[in-house]
């Protein structure tokens, strides 16, 4: 008798699994900012570095052009954030949390945390180092 693939011991859908459960709290915890996952992580990004050109964030939080443009656009429609021309170079555009972004930004963060401790609770905080420590040297962060 044939036997399936046993998905269930396969890591990319493990990996799926954890991040359609990361998502799920995340919408809980944050939902009620209307914010996506992108979003927050750009404007987290550009909390740590105002002025940013636009390839610059999308690389740091791994997206590609045509979804950090979108991204970008639906922030800057909302007066989150602000876009300029480099003063340098009129085809880099230079990027600002707006005043309101920047409040925004700093209020999700203890939620975001939260998100973060609900996913990982039930793992001794030993395994959760070792989690993070692998999931970094999977996705290319650290060798």
Do not use: C
Not at 15 to 30: D, G, P, V, Y
Not at 49 to 69: C, F, H, K, M, Y
């Amino acid at each position: 008798m044939a036997t399936s693939f046993d998905f269930t011991q396969a890591p990319g859908y493990l990996i799926r699994r954890a991040h359609q459960t990361s998502m799920a709290i995340f919408t809980e915890e944050l939902g009620g900012y209307e914010v996506t996952s992108l979003q927050f992580a750009i404007m987290q990004a550009l909390v740590d570095e105002p002025g940013a050109d636009q390839i610059t964030v999308a690389n740091r939080v791994a997206l590609d052009a045509a979804t950090s443009g979108s991204v970008i656009m639906r922030l800057e429609e909302r007066g989150w954030l602000r876009r300029e021309a480099s003063p340098t170079d009129k085809r880099r555009k230079l990027l600002w949390l707006t005043a309101e972004g920047e409040k925004m930004a700093m209020e999700m963060k203890k939620p975001a945390r939260k998100v973060q401790q609900r996913l990982l609770e039930a793992l001794t905080p030993t395994e959760q180092q070792q989690l993070i420590g692998m999931l970094k040297r999977l996705s290319g962060i650290e060798p």
